[in-house]
């Protein structure tokens, strides 16, 4: 089965401290991989996406993610922490070349930052 | 990047009446559209998806009849939710694939939050 595992539910971090964001998909074909921010009561906007090449990816905001295959995971990451970064994280995964499917979402990680 | 504009942002409305909610891609024909819905503090619901003059496809468990979806054009898509009542109150989200290139990321529209009274 097609899914994407994000087992944190809520995560705390201290602003200034370093973020990992867990992500593990099951997929049967090569996934394209992404991660979306969602800002409450806000749409989601796209950090970084990954399909192929080098493996860690640079997205905006200061995110950047690993591609690890033999992990089946995807883990987004940041060196330091901003209280702007507070927000609904979510890893999604689907088919490459094929615009008329959808992507498979994970329940998402909440992300608090403490001063 | 692509720009996936959604229509009303907040709507409030009576039990039993039904509301329409517009998705439209700004720069780029969509063939397909995505309609998902979110609860609160939940992740995202994948309810059909919308396909460019053909009748749109449902997930199990959504009903048709209730959630209409209809995709007239390359741009737009719209769902309207029929006899509304309070348990269809939630977040809902048009999202499109931009079919250009590797047909890759998925944007989405900035949400309809619906409260039915």
């Known amino acids: 089965a097609q899914s994407v595992t994000q087992p944190d539910i809520h995560i705390t971090v201290s602003e200034g401290a370093s973020l990992e964001l867990r992500c593990n998909y099951s997929?049967?074909?090569?996934?394209?991989l992404f991660w979306y921010v969602q800002s409450p009561g806000q749409g989601l906007q796209l950090l970084l996406k990954?399909?192929?090449?080098?493996?860690l990816v640079q997205g905006i905001k200061g995110f950047e993610a690993e591609f690890k295959r033999s992990q089946s995971s995807f883990n987004l990451r940041k060196p330091s922490v901003h209280w702007s970064d507070a927000a609904e994280y979510f890893c999604?995964?689907?088919?490459?070349?094929?615009?008329?499917?959808?992507?498979?979402f994970g329940k998402g990680t909440t992300l608090s930052v403490s001063s | 990047g692509a720009v996936v504009s959604q229509h009303p942002s907040r709507v409030i409305c009576k039990s039993g009446t039904s509301v329409k909610i517009e998705c439209r891609s700004l720069?780029?024909?969509?063939?397909?559209m995505f309609w998902y819905r979110q609860f609160p503090k939940q992740s995202l619901m994948l309810m059909a998806t919308?396909?460019?003059?053909?009748?749109?496809?449902?997930e199990q468990g959504v009903e048709k009849d209730k959630f209409l979806i209809n995709h007239a054009s390359l741009t737009l898509s719209t769902l309207t939710v029929t006899s509304a009542h309070p348990e269809d109150s939630s977040f809902y989200i048009c999202?499109?694939?931009?079919?250009?290139?590797?047909?890759?990321?998925?944007?989405f529209g900035e949400g309809s939050r619906l409260t039915v009274l």
């Open positions: 999202s499109a694939r931009d079919g250009r290139g590797d047909g890759g990321e998925l944007f």
């Open positions: 997929y049967g074909a090569t996934p394209y």
């Open positions: 990954y399909f192929s090449g080098d493996t």
């Open positions: 999604a995964v689907g088919p490459l070349n094929q615009a008329g499917t959808a992507l498979i």
């Open positions: 720069d780029f024909q969509a063939t397909t």
């Open positions: 919308s396909n460019e003059g053909s009748k749109a496809t449902y």
